[in-house]
C-alpha cells in the first residue's frame, strides 16, 4: 500500500508539471494513487546495474 | 446495391462491371442515411468523394486501374491531416484546423486512386474514451447505438461496419485500431512499428504509436496495407526495409502451421465473459480442424504488459501536449484532461523502469514464439458494453489484451469470432512476428473463410 498522497505533496508534482488544477480534479487524481502504485511496482523489477535500456543511434553516412 | 469487400469491389471495377461514381453513390446514400445516427463521420466530404470517384472512373476506363484500391470509398481518422479539410483531432483546440499538406497515409492512398468520403470520428487527441463534451459527439456502433464502438479509431469502424466506406485508416496506441474492430465486427491490423509512416498524424505516445487499415475483411487489410507500408525519412521511427506482398499467402493452406494460445492472458490475467472464450475456444478448434499445430504459450502475466504499456504512454502524451496542458487545460475534454494529469505523478525514473521492463517483455514474447507462426488471445472482454458503463478511470479498471503489442512492437489484428447472446460482434486477436504481416494475413484470412461471420452485417444497414 503506497503512503497516503498529501495535498502538499501533489500540489509540488503539480506546480512541477505545470498544470493547475480544481480542487475537484485533485481529489480525483488522489483517488487512483493505489492503481497508479500498482503499475509502478510491477516495472520495477531486480535489475542488476548493467541492465541500462539500449539506445542506438544509428549514425548513417549523413551523419559524418 | 450490397456491399462488397474492396477485393470484390476491385476485380468489378477492373472488369468495368462496377463504376467508382455508383459505388461511391451507394456509400454516399448509406452515409445521408446513419450518419446522423451513427455519428462516424466528423467531416464528410461529398464534392472531393464525388471528384474523386468521376476522376477515378475516367483514369479505369481510359488505362484500366492503378491497383485494386483505384476508385474505392474510404475514409481517413481525423488526426490524419488532409490538406484543405479540417482535421480537429475531436478538440475544441483545433476547432476550424484546416492543414496545408497531406499525411503521408493520405498522399499514398490518394495516390492509389482511393475515394476520400471525409474525416472519421475518433476520441479526443486519439485518448481518454467516448465523450460528451468535445467537439462533437462520439460515434456509436452499428450492432446496436446504445453501445460502445471501441476507441479511438471509432468513426473508422462504425463506418466500415455500416458501409459507408469499404476502408479506412486508424490509429493504435495501445489497441484504437483493434479495439474498434473488434466490438465493431471488422478487420483491423496494428502493423508492426514503424512498418507504416506516421508523418501528419496527431501523437499519443511516440514509441507506442502505429497507422494502419481497417477493413471488412483480412484480405482488404491486406490490400491496403500494401499501399501504406514503406520508408519515410518524415518518420524517425520508420523502418527501411523491402515491402513484401502481403497478399503473397492469402487462400494457401494452414496445414502445418504452428499456432500459440496465451490462454492465461484471457482465462486467468483478465478473464473474458463466457461467450468470447467460447468464441476463441472454437477459433481455436477450427485451426486445427484446418491442420494446424495449436499450443499454449506462457507469458508474463498481462498485468505487467499493461503496466509498461500505460506508464510509458502517460508520460510521452503527456509530453507531446505538455505546452497545452500547461496552458490550456481546460479547452481538452474530461477524459483527456484526466489523462494528462497523469503525467505529473510518474516521475523520470518510473518512466525508464518501465522501458527497462519493455525490453525485458518483449524479449520474452520473442522466445516463446520461436518455432511458432502466430499467437491467439482476446482482443477484447466480450461484447461491446453499453456506452455509459465505461468507467471514469478506464485505464485502472482492467488490463488491456491489445496494449502488450504495442509494447512489444509486434503486428497484431482483430477478426471477428462470432456473435454474442446480445447480437454483438465478439473477436480474436491473431498476432505475428515483426514484418511477418502476411503471415498474420494468411491465419485471419483463412479463418474468415473458414466461417460465416463475414456474411453478417448490422441490420440496420438493411
Known sequence: MPQALTDEALNFLLDNAGLTLTEAQKADLKTIQDGLAAMKARVRQKRGHMAEMAHGFGFTAEDM | MSIPTVAEAAALIAAKKLSPVELTQACLDRMHRMNGALHAFI????????????????????????????????????????AGIPTTCQSRLLEGNIPTADATCAVKLAAAGTVLMGKLTT????????????????????????????????????????????????????????????????????????????AGVAPAAFSLDTVGPMAWTAEDCALMLQVLAGHDPKDPASADRPVPDYSALLGTSLRGARIGVIRHFHEADSPVSAPELAAIDDAVAAFRDMGAIVSDVTLPPLQDWHAAGSLISMVERAAAYEEWARTRLDGFGDRVQRRLMLGALVSGVDYVQAVRRRRELRDELRDAMRGLDVVLTAAAPGEAPKMDAIPRWDVFDRPSFTIPFNVAGYPAMSVCAGFGPQGLPLSLQIVGKPFQEATVFQVADAFEKATSFRSRRPAMVG
Open chain 2, 123 to 198: 476520441h479526443e487527441f486519439a485518448d481518454g474514451g467516448p465523450s460528451f463534451d468535445v467537439l462533437a459527439p462520439p460515434a456509436r456502433n452499428p450492432w446496436n447505438t446504445e453501445h460502445f464502438t471501441s476507441g479511438s479509431s471509432s468513426g473508422t469502424a462504425a463506418a466500415v461496419a455500416s458501409g459507408m466506406i469499404l476502408c479506412g485508416i486508424g490509429t493504435d496506441t495501445g489497441g484504437s485500431i483493434r479495439g474498434p474492430a473488434a466490438l465493431c465486427g471488422i478487420a483491423g491490423i496494428k502493423p508492426t512499428y514503424g512498418l507504416v509512416s506516421r
Open chain 2, 43 to 82: 467531416h464528410p466530404t461529398e464534392e472531393r468523394a464525388l471528384a474523386d470517384a468521376r476522376k477515378a472512373e475516367a483514369d479505369v476506363m481510359k488505362d484500366g486501374p492503378r491497383g485494386p484500391l483505384h476508385g474505392i470509398p474510404m475514409g481517413l481518422k481525423d488526426i490524419v491531416d488532409t
